[in-house]
T-cell receptor
Framework: RKEVEQDPGPFNVPEGATVAFNCTYSNSASQSFFWYRQDCRKEPKLLMS???SGNEDGRFTAQLNRASQYISLLIRDSKLSDSATYLC??????????FGSGTKLNVKP | SQTIHQWPATLVQPVGSPLSLECTVEGTSNPNLYWYRQAAGRGLQLLFY??????ISSEVPQNLSASRPQDRQFILSSKKLLLSDSGFYLC?????????????FGNGTRLTVT
């Protein structure tokens, strides 16, 4: 079983739509959680941390459900520029970073 | 602010040739350093990580090696490249203390072995 699993997509949505991605993790002792964005042929860039209480950054909302062991990313009012691959990252210890394989999002005009 | 530099950006090398990729971090001390590889259309694979000068941990057996000659310098090397070494190589750093620090990636090196 993979440490972190994501639906690879692609998610094809029109501009202005709301889209959500989930990411499940297997290690119940995982301590930190993040979402990254990766554009084609570029490095992953930190999008946001994920806190137990949930957190929001503009159109982006991240949530953590420890009981069910998943994190989610919600994007509201999708823009063309949101098209990218979104990676979830789960940290068990500072030497154990587990990356999901990414969910591809295509926002269409 | 902290920055991470990685070079070269692209590299085309023949099979059997050596490899040296370099990564340096500025604006922080005692970082954890990492080398990842991403094959085309695939996820990130951790190759090496380092918690200090001269301290290297390898995650997968292969013909690559890493060294950390200085606190903020991390080098990925190979004596003889294989076709399967082609990929996107990413250096990253994180704050050493605790588990709440995310990874910060360099711009990556796209290696094509021909």
């Amino acid at each position: 079983r993979k440490e972190v699993e994501q639906d690879p997509g692609p998610f094809n949505v029109p501009e202005g739509a709301t889209v959500a991605f989930n990411c499940t993790y297997s290690n119940s002792a995982s301590q930190s959680f993040f979402w990254y964005r990766q554009d084609c042929r570029k490095e992953p860039k930190l999008l946001m941390s994920v806190y137990s209480s949930g957190n929001e950054d503009g159109r982006f909302t991240a949530q953590l459900n420890r009981a069910s062991q998943y994190i989610s990313l919600l994007i509201r009012d999708s823009k063309l520029s949101d098209s990218a691959t979104y990676l979830c990252v789960v940290i068990a210890t500072w030497t154990e970073f587990y990356f999901g394989s990414g969910t591809k999002l295509n926002v269409k005009p | 602010s902290q920055t991470i530099h990685q070079w070269p950006a692209t590299l085309v090398q023949p099979v059997g040739s050596p490899l040296s990729l370099e990564c340096t971090v500025e604006g922080t001390s005692n970082p954890n350093l990492y080398w990842y590889r991403q094959a085309a259309g695939r996820g990130l694979q951790l190759l090496f990580y380092s918690v200090g000068i001269g301290q290297i941990s390898s995650e997968v057996p292969q013909n690559l090696s890493a060294s950390r000659p200085q606190d903020r310098q991390f080098i990925l090397s190979s004596k003889k490249l294989l076709l399967s070494d082609s990929g996107f190589y990413l250096c990253a750093w994180s704050v050493r203390s605790g588990t709440n620090s995310p990874l910060h990636f360099g711009n990556g090196t796209r290696l094509t072995v021909t």
